[in-house]
């Protein structure tokens, strides 16, 4: 399915990267390999579960850049094995990308069992974070006046 957004590009402004998602996303969703799993496990903590079965670590490529967490398989073709008869685990190469929001950070990568676990974190840094702004009772503002003028008036 074609997704065409170029009339909303025309009459928006300052939403090309949310209609640069959404048309990746379209592109991208037709691959399924590996399958994944994602979880949220708090309010800032997030998990991805991929399942590499038949990949040793050595095989994986995990790469975080600002926004994007990008993840490799590629299987060597060279590598003499077993003659099989039939195979049905899927050890094609793959590569895997995910769209991070802002200051979503990878914690920790871990391999086991066939199950690629890529933890990740949301960490605001303080100037981002809201605050609270306590409001004072007491005197009424003062009135500042404009001294210039007279200083101006006494001059000339």
């Known amino acids: 399915m074609r997704l065409d957004l170029t009339p909303y590009r ?7 990267r949310l209609f ?14 590996p399958p994944f799993n994602l979880e949220r496990l708090a309010e800032d903590r997030y998990r991805i579960t991929l ?5 040793s670590r050595d095989e994986i490529e995990i790469t975080a850049q600002q926004n ?6 590629k299987k060597d073709d060279k590598a ?5 008869l039939h195979v049905g685990i899927a050890t094609r190469s793959f590569e895997r990308r995910f769209e991070l929001a ?4 990878v914690e920790d990568a ?13 960490e605001v840094p303080e100037a981002m974070k809201p605050k609270s702004i306590s409001i004072k ?3 009424k503002p003062t009135v500042v006046e404009d001294k210039r003028d007279e200083n101006e008036a006494q001059a000339a």
């Open 102 to 105: 802002d200051f979503v950070f």
């Open 68 to 73: 994007l967490l990008l993840v490799a398989g």
């Open 51 to 55: 399942a590499v079965a038949g990949f």
């Open 80 to 84: 003499t094995g077993p003659n099989f």
């Open 10 to 16: 025309r009459s928006t402004i300052g939403f090309d």
């Open 20 to 33: 640069d998602l959404i048309e990746a996303n379209a592109r991208s969703s037709s691959e399924n390999y």
């Open 137 to 139: 009772t007491g005197q």
């Open 110 to 122: 871990r391999l086991n069992d066939g199950l690629l676990v890529v933890d990740l974190v949301r």
